[in-house]
C-alpha cells in the first residue's frame, strides 16, 4: 500500500503544495459538488495599530499571532458537524503529542461531548501516508502522557484505530472516506 | 414584551458590550456549561510583510483585511451543526439585505443543504430587539431582490418567521432558545 500511496503522490499531488493547500483544494472540491461545507478558520491576529489611509483600503501595520483557541478546520457534512486538525510529522516512526496543544485537544473533547466528528488528519511525511485518527483515541493518548504515559502515539496505533487515506486525483485527499468510517463506528457505540 | 426587553437590557446587557462581545460571553456560558460549543471565527487577514525580531515574537508590520468567505459563528449543539452571523440595523420598521453579502447568503444555503442549522441573529438597536431568524427566510428575500423585490426584510416578516430572544442574566443572549424552535421546525418537515 505504501509503494501504491507513494507513486499516486507523484501523480495528483506534491505540485509543490502543503497539506494545507491539498486540504483546501480538497475541500473546495466537495464544496463545489455539494457533498460537504468544510472550511480552514482564518490564523487568528491581535491587531494594535491600523492606518486608513484616505482613498484607499485600511492597512494594518503592527500585528501578533495569537494561539489558536480551536482546531483549524470545521465544518458540516451529512448533518454532522465535523471537526479538525491538521498536522504533519517527519517521524517514521510515532506521532509526538507536542503537535497539539492542550486547548486544541480540550476543543476536540468538548465538540466529542456535543456529538461531534473530531479527529487529527495526521501525515507522516517521510513515510508518505495519511490518517484520520479518532479524537477519542488521540485524547487517550493525551491525558496517559499528563500521567506519566509516552509522548508519541505509536505509528502502529495510528494504523490500528485511525483510517488510513490514499491521495487521489479528485479531491486530492479524500478524507471524508475516513469521516464515513467513523461515523459507522459511532452509530455502532464505539466513537 | 418591547418594555420588559428594554428593561433586562439595562440591567443585563449594554454594559459598554458590543453584540459581539455578547456574544461572545454567550458562547463563553454554553461551553462551560457543556450546552454547547459555538465560536465566533477569526478576521481573515491577508499577511504582506512580518518581521522575525531575534528573541521575541513575530510582528506583522503590513496586512490587510480581507472579506469572510464564511458567515462568523459556528459550531456543534446536541449533534447539530449551528451556523450563523450577527448583524445590527438602526432601522425600526426593516432589516436592510445590504448588510449580508452574496457569498455568505451562498454560504448558509451550502449548509442547509448539508443539514445545518443556520440563521442570521438580527438585533434592531433602537428597538433594543433581538430575533433569530432562519437563514431559509432570509434566502428567499436575497433572491427576490435580485428579480426586483424589496431590498430590505420587514420587521413584521421578521416576527412572523423569527424567533424573538430577550436578554438574561446568563447567557446574555440565549440565542439556542431559538435554534430550538428552528429545530422543531426541521423535524416538522419545515425550515
Ligand atoms: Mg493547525
Ligand atoms: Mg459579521
Redesign the interface.
Known sequence: AKKQAASATTIFGKRGMSLEEELNESNQYY?AK?I??V?K?????QIVKVDYPQRS??????????R???TDY????????I?FDAKETKSKTSFPLHNFHEHQVK?MD??L????ICFALIRFVVLDRIFVYPASNLITFWRAQMTGGRKSIPLDAVVADGVEINYQLNPLIPYLDGVDELIARTQQGGN
Open positions: 464544496l455539494e460537504a461545507v472550511h478558520k482564518p490564523t487568528p491576529i483600503q485600511a492597512v494594518i501595520k503592527e500585528a501578533y499571532f495569537k489558536p483557541s480551536t470545521n465544518g458540516v457534512y451529512h448533518g454532522h458537524y471537526d476543543h468538548e465538540c461531548k456535543q456529538g461531534g
